[in-house]
């Protein structure tokens, strides 16, 4: 199986670059921000609780990450990978998709890191915010979203980096030129 993490922060083109990838290679799609959304839209009762630690910034607990996660992984069992977009977000997340993966004969082929600067990262969101409305991208929740990462997500590359899994990838410029750099590494596994 070709199990990737597509890493970055808000706005470094995950989903954007996902889409692509999930075509090309076959896998399936993965994210942690699109089942959070789709339990508030559902309204189920962790959509409820999901809904208002978004809507405040806030990090969704490891616990209901996780379920959910593994609940989406089980669904597609024929998969031929998967492609895991805003997971994990720290190092226990990590440890516990490695134990996950384990336990069904897989594993984490490789991490590729969307690297962008704050800057670009805070023009991304704010355009997106102006089309999609999402209640995440205005500029308070973003800066909190984005401190987040600068300070707590980022802490786990250096697990990756240890496992020697870990690719950075230039997330600034055109979209298929950013989509032929990560084929590049991709390829490589």
Do not use: W
């Not at 993966?101 to 915010?129: C, P």
């Not at 870990?166 to 590494?185: F, M, Q, R």
């Amino acid at each position: 199986m070709l199990n990737l993490v597509l890493f970055g922060p808000p706005g470094a083109g995950k989903g954007t670059q996902s889409e692509k990838l999930i075509a090309k290679y076959q896998l399936v799609h993965v994210s942690t921000g699109d089942l959070f959304r789709a339990h508030v839209k559902g309204e189920t009762e962790l959509g409820k609780k999901v809904s208002q630690l978004l809507a405040e910034g806030e990090l969704v607990p490891d616990a209901i990450t996780i379920a959910m996660l593994e609940e989406e992984v089980d669904k597609n069992p024929d998969a031929k990978g998967f492609v895991f977009d805003g997971f994990p977000r720290t190092v226990p997340q990590a440890e516990e998709l490695d134990l996950f993966l384990e336990r069904k004969g897989s594993k984490i082929a490789g991490v590729i890191a969307l690297d962008v600067d704050q800057e670009e990262l805070t023009k991304r969101i704010a355009e997106r915010h102006k089309i999609s409305g999402r209640p995440d991208d205005d500029a308070e929740k973003l800066k909190k979203r984005i401190s987040e990462y600068f300070d707590k997500t980022i802490h786990v590359l250096p697990y990756y980096e240890a496992q020697g899994k870990l690719n950075k990838v230039n997330g600034i410029g055109e979209i298929s030129t950013v989509y032929n750099d990560l084929c590049a590494v991709i390829d490589q596994y």
